[in-house]
């Protein structure tokens, strides 16, 4: 089939509409991918302060950068759900939209009148996703969680940094980010559902739940062999080499994940004997002899820096790659070429730099640039025109 880019791009959720009542991350990272798959998600904030994130530094001309990052090719509206004038506002967003997503502690919403039984009743059409720390049930559902319990609960912290050291948080919000992506497939799934019922349905996601799922192997090792995973640093924990090794100028990660890979890493790397050494011709035994392979591989790499070593791991197809601080992250060519880092043209932070979409639709050709985030209940005119019918200067 040709991949040629469609001369009417058409987004894959074009026509989608999102009503995002979510603040911070969890639930404004399932709206962003969801917006960047062509939804159009309206946040309704509380006025006057908005999402929580706006307050969040680093900022640019008094513009949270942590609010723009995840809030482009999204619109906003400032509504008080307390206040009979608003929630009429609210309803008429919700008889016309897709999907609402929340991540407000369980029984808020019913506290509001807008829990999932109510809103399903009157409007049976309607998506409704909800992210929270613990979700819907179990002992610690009305409890609060951020990023930081649930990858303390979740085990992720326990694995995370190197054997002996003091705990160690990975390194961005996974916690909430693992939730969001959970939450944009739940939603994704309940679209497809209703093409066949015409019936929404209730996605419930729990930032704990979704740290206990991405836990690889460790809960099925842990409860065969008995033992208690740990950190390793670089290193894999079955899987050797499988690491971050010192050359003469840096670190390079060199990930030789059978025989055959190790092999043809021994020819890079000069060093035939490693490959036929009794201490390393299996995986496992060079995982059992781990230390002393990274000796034995350290004293090769400290003759010649990482790029030499790069250039002689990829041309014997050895997966390789330098550990790259983030501005180096954001020139390197593979990454420019994915348009993996976007400019955004902001009124008022002036030009900002975002992450791209990860989801590229072959024949469908990708924006260059996104909306930038709205400014706090920025789209009020055009969204009450549209939903309730009330122009500009009219009363609501």
């Known amino acids: 089939m040709s991949s040629t880019p469609l001369a009417a791009p058409t987004p894959l959720l074009s026509g989608i509409t999102i009503i995002d009542l979510s603040r911070v991350l969890a639930g404004p990272f399932a709206t962003m991918t969801l917006a960047n798959l062509g939804a159009r998600v309206i946040k309704v904030e509380i006025p006057g302060t908005g999402d929580d994130s706006r307050a969040f530094g680093p900022f640019a001309e008094g513009k949270s950068l942590y609010f723009s990052a995840i809030n482009c090719n999204k619109e906003s509206i400032a509504l008080n759900l307390k206040a009979e004038e608003d929630r009429a506002i609210f309803e008429k967003l919700l008889e016309k939209a897709d999907v609402l997503v929340e991540n407000y502690r369980p029984g808020t919403m019913e506290k509001l009148g807008y829990g999932w039984d109510t809103l399903h009743a009157r409007f049976p059409h309607l998506i409704y996703g909800a992210a929270s720390g613990f979700g819907d049930s179990g002992p610690y559902s009305k409890r609060a969680a951020y990023d930081m319990v649930v990858q303390g609960m979740g085990g992720i912290i326990s694995l995370t940094g190197y054997p002996g050291g003091k705990p160690t948080r990975v ?217 309730v019918g009330v122009k500009t200067g009219e009363p609501a």
């Open 171 to 387: 390194g961005i919000s996974i916690g909430d980010i693992a939730a969001g992506l959970y939450l944009s497939i739940g939603l994704n799934a309940a679209l497809f559902n209703r093409t066949r019922t015409g019936i929404g349905a209730k996605i419930d996601v729990a930032m704990l739940d979704c740290q206990v799922a991405i836990m690889e192997d460790a809960v099925t090792a842990c409860d065969k062999t008995g033992e208690v995973p740990g950190p390793h640093g670089t290193r894999h924990p079955s899987i050797a080499p499988f690491q971050a090794f010192k050359a003469s100028d840096a670190y390079v990660v060199i990930a030789a994940g059978n025989d055959h890979l190790f092999n043809l890493a021994a020819q890079a790397l000069e060093e035939p004997s490693l490959s036929t050494d009794p201490r390393f011709v299996t995986n496992d035994l060079r995982h059992q002899n781990v230390d002393a392979l990274q000796d034995e591989m350290e004293k090769v790499l400290a003759k010649q820096p990482v790029a030499h070593w790069l250039d002689a791991l990829n041309a014997k197809g050895v997966p390789c790659g330098p550990i790259n601080d983030i501005p180096h992250m954001m020139k390197d060519p593979q990454v420019a070429a994915r348009n993996m880092i976007v400019s955004v043209a902001d009124p008022v932070a002036g030009e900002i730099k975002v992450a791209g979409n990860p989801i590229k639709v072959v024949g469908l050709a990708e924006p260059k640039t996104f909306a930038p985030p709205p400014q706090l209940d920025g789209n009020r005119a055009e969204i009450l025109a549209e939903f």
